[in-house]
């Protein structure tokens, strides 16, 4: 039996029914999962092929339950290159979603805004991606060619912004470019993103994205603006300004999520 399967059946038979969403919660953004009903946990360390979260603000879990009425399943921590995992297990997590029967990826993140409009606390809306860790993960799943499309399902973006102006959240619109990580950018890099249109950066994101639209996922995209990039503002970067702006962005965040989730049919 190979690893693949092993994982699907390890969730399966803990799930009482197929997983509509898979959310994957970055950086201080796993409060989410913490919203669901009748939900179950599991350690990523019991789920066969699942690496470990080693980064402040990830728990290393996965909980499937209840929320916005819909049977849902989060990852409370994701995997990053950086920590020293292949693209392989990065990516993983999608391809075991997929083999489940799940239609949904919901993806977010804890960016550094380099587009000088945009503020710590910001939430932005992904519209396309940047995949400057110049790798690129192969697909173990026979998916669907997707090659040069735009990631992000514009349809599912386009009614979370119309939804989200009608409670008047405001929410923003960018590019996200992926870094392989885990230093911060120079400010030379990110004058370099700017001529490049990206109007944010991070380490992750980017992968699980082209795996997930590569195997016939949906996919959106939710940044939270928790730091400012190097060379926009005069000011030392460090992970622990990242996880404070992220909780101070939680409810603001809460909501978009839910309204992203509830105007799935």
Request: charged share 25%.
């Amino acid at each position: 039996m190979n690893v693949l399967k092993q994982a699907v059946d390890k969730i399966s038979i803990r799930c009482s029914e197929k997983p509509q969403v898979l959310f994957i919660l970055g950086s201080g953004l796993g409060f989410i999962a913490d919203e669901f009903e009748e939900k179950i946990e599991i350690e990523y360390s019991q789920i066969p092929g699942f690496a470990r979260s080693t980064v402040q603000g990830h728990k290393g879990k996965l909980v499937v339950g209840k929320y916005c009425g819909k049977y849902v399943a989060a990852m409370q921590g994701r995997f990053h290159y950086y920590e020293g995992w292949s693209l392989r297990h990065v990516v993983f997590p999608v391809e075991v979603f997929r083999q489940l029967g799940t239609g949904y990826l919901l993806i977010t993140n804890s960016a550094g805004g380099i587009n000088r409009k945009f503020n710590p606390g910001d939430i932005v809306m992904i519209s396309d991606v940047i995949n400057m860790t110049l790798l690129k993960p192969e697909i173990s799943c026979k998916g669907i060619s997707h090659a040069g499309k735009v990631p992000v399902d514009k349809e599912w973006t386009e009614k979370t912004l119309a939804a989200a102006k009608k409670m008047s959240i405001e929410l923003k619109t960018g590019v996200y470019i992926g870094v392989q990580g885990p230093s911060y950018e120079t400010p030379a890099e990110i004058k370099a993103f700017q001529k490049l249109g990206a109007d944010m950066v991070g380490m992750s994101t980017v992968h699980e994205m082209f795996t997930a639209r590569s195997v016939g996922f949906r996919v959106l995209g939710i940044s939270c603006i928790t730091n400012m990039a190097a060379g926009i503002l005069a000011k030392r970067l460090e992970h622990s300004e990242v996880m404070r702006v992220a909780s101070r962005a939680k409810d603001k965040f809460g909501k978009v999520v839910r309204i992203a989730t509830e105007v799935l049919t």
